[in-house]
């Protein structure tokens, strides 16, 4: 006699439950489970980088009328 393979275990199909929700349970509790064994990350945010500000368009040309007169 082979066991047939049940996604819903036993504990919770002996409670009554509707199939339906006999289901949702079952792969709540397996999603939760896995989500326990998974690998945690060292850090969940990720650092990004501000780009760097350009230069205000009056000091670019100040600037620029420096060096072309030096």
Do not use: D, N
Request: aromatic letters at 6%; a positive charge.
């Amino acid at each position: 006699m082979t066991t047939r393979y049940s996604p819903i275990p036993a504990w919770l199909r002996r409670r009554g439950y509707s199939p339906r929700a006999m289901l949702a349970i079952a792969s709540a509790v397996e999603r939760s489970a896995r989500r326990r064994e998974a690998v945690v990350p060292e850090s969940h945010c990720q650092i990004i980088p501000f780009p760097k500000r350009p230069a205000a368009p009056a000091a670019h040309e100040a600037a620029s009328r420096r060096q072309a007169g030096a």
